[in-house]
T-cell receptor, first 112, second 114 residues
């Protein structure tokens, strides 16, 4: 069985500050890991994904995430927050098949 | 190119009514998925199609939920005798390959059952 835990349902950062959104997973097989962003009244947009290979993954809009097997984590970071980053972020895990397990999401607020 | 589209974007139904939600996947995409997203929650898997074949319907919450994709492109999710607990956003996603891991999501249909 697989599961995802996102610590912090709401995160606030100042514009220009580091963004850190936490994701821990549980998987009995090597996981595929994803971060999606959801803007209000829109669908989910893929930010980045880890499947195999390099554990530091770079995505769109300056985001990156590092797969740490020993910590079962896949935290999302961005060095400098922008107002346009305000949205809801979802971490998801897959066993390499079509079925995703999503976390409950973290709503990011960016303060001016 | 065009992304995944869904209609209607908003649907209000009285308890007991039947509803039909439509998904137009990206042209040529083999795989199609339906998810249910309750308020404040992440999306939860409902069902998976590969072309016209429904290969997995393990996430459908009850036999009131039915999905089809008769020609391997457009899909419809039907909910019969809607209940208040069916209120949620229903997301459709598609993927270019069978069983592929990268899914492209539509904007969703927000269903409110009164």
């Amino acid at each position: 069985a697989q599961s995802v835990t996102q610590l912090g349902s709401h995160v606030s950062v100042s514009e220009g500050a580091l963004v850190l959104l936490r994701c821990n997973y549980s998987s009995s097989v090597p996981p595929y890991l994803f971060w999606y962003v959801q803007y209000p009244n829109q669908g989910l947009q893929l930010l980045l994904k880890y499947t195999t290979g390099a554990t530091l993954v770079k995505g769109i809009n300056g985001f990156e995430a590092e797969f740490k097997k020993s910590e079962t984590s896949f935290h999302l970071t961005k060095p400098s927050a922008h107002m346009s980053d305000a949205a809801e972020y979802f971490c998801a895990v897959s066993s390499g098949t079509y079925k995703y397990i999503f976390g409950t999401g973290t709503r990011l607020k960016v303060l001016a | 190119g065009a992304g995944v589209s869904q209609s209607p974007r908003y649907k209000v139904a009285k308890r007991g009514q039947d509803v039909a939600l439509r998904c137009d996947p990206i042209s040529g995409h083999v795989s199609l998925f339906w998810y249910q997203q309750a308020l404040g929650q992440g999306p939860e898997f409902l069902t998976y199609f590969q072309n016209e074949a429904q290969l997995d319907k393990s996430g459908l919450p009850s036999d009131r939920f039915f999905a089809e994709r008769p020609e391997g492109s457009v899909s419809t999710l039907k909910i019969q005798r809607t209940q208040q607990e069916d209120s949620a956003v229903y997301l459709c996603a598609s993927s270019p390959r069978a069983g592929a891991y990268e899914q492209y999501f539509g904007p969703g249909t927000r269903l409110t059952v009164t």
